[in-house]
Nanobody, 116 residues
Framework: QIQLVESGGGSVQAGGSLKLSCAAS?????MGWFRQAPGKEREGVAR?????IPTYADSVKGRFTISKDKNILYLQMKSLKSEDTAMYYC???????????????WGQGTQVTVSS
């Protein structure tokens, strides 16, 4: 069974940066980051396909960068805004179906709070 463990969340002022990490129990090709703010639905933030090509939500393009090194997934977040405040989840698309809806394995989440 795949396990995903996130780290790196915290509190930061608007305009600041944070880097999230996610350690997977195995080498998974298709991984991504989601977030859920209070009172809102969970949304996809960034994902990697089997070839390592990223896809980003429009709201984070140019500010967030997803990357992967072996079994560690990263999310570098820059120019953070108050609307980026959310619980961030690492996820795996174990069948590499290449869609936000295909993710089927989740970590526990790490909180990111951006103050203005």
């Amino acid at each position: 069974q795949i396990q995903l463990v996130e780290s790196g969340g915290g509190s930061v002022q608007a305009g600041g940066s944070l880097k999230l990490s996610c350690a997977a129990s195995g080498n998974i090709y298709c991984m991504g980051w989601f977030r859920q703010a209070p009172g809102k639905e969970r949304e996809g933030v960034a994902r990697l396909n089997r070839n390592g090509i990223p896809t980003y939500a429009d709201s984070v393009k140019g500010r967030f960068t997803i990357s992967k090194d072996k079994n560690i997934l990263y999310l570098q977040m820059k120019s953070l805004k108050s609307e980026d405040t959310a619980m961030y989840y690492c996820a795996a698309d174990t069948w590499c179906r290449g869609a936000w809806s295909a993710f089927n394995t989740w970590g526990q989440g790490t909180q990111v709070t951006v103050s203005s």
